[in-house]
């Protein structure tokens, strides 16, 4: 099985900076792609960025420029590096890759994996 498990967040003022990370663990024998994803109070998740197993990313329009997504292809970790926090980047943040599992007769097929979340909270 594989276990995604965040850390980071917290509690910090508006104009602040916090990085969340993200580290996968199991028997995986491929990561495809990894993302932070958000759900605000009373939201839907939605997207924040994510990164190719190459290192191509994409972001939300709503943190270009203050948020950054970067991976370790060998720890099979991703960090979200959040800088010119708002209030409204208030969220519970979670995790989510896209891993293929080693099994006995070889590579298994890609499933979407999420991590348990971790809040952030900004102040105004």
């Known amino acids: 099985q594989v276990q995604l498990v965040e850390s980071g967040g917290g509690l910090v003022q508006a104009g602040g900076s916090l990085s969340v990370s993200c580290a996968a663990s199991g028997s995986i024998f491929s990561i495809n792609a990894m993302g932070w994803y958000r759900q605000p109070p009373g939201k839907q998740r939605e997207l924040v960025a994510r990164?190719?197993?190459?290192?191509?990313?994409d972001y939300a329009d709503s943190v270009k420029g203050r948020f950054t997504i970067s991976r370790d292809n060998a720890k099979n970790t991703v960090l979200l590096q959040m800088n010119s926090l708002k209030p409204e980047d208030t969220a519970v943040y979670y995790c989510?890759?896209?891993?293929?599992?080693?099994?006995?007769?070889?590579?298994?097929?890609?499933?979407?994996?999420w991590g348990q979340g971790t809040q952030v909270t900004v102040s105004s």
């Open positions: 990164i190719s197993s190459g290192g191509t990313t």
């Open positions: 989510k890759s896209k891993i293929s599992l080693l099994r006995n007769d070889g590579p298994g097929p890609f499933y979407d994996y």
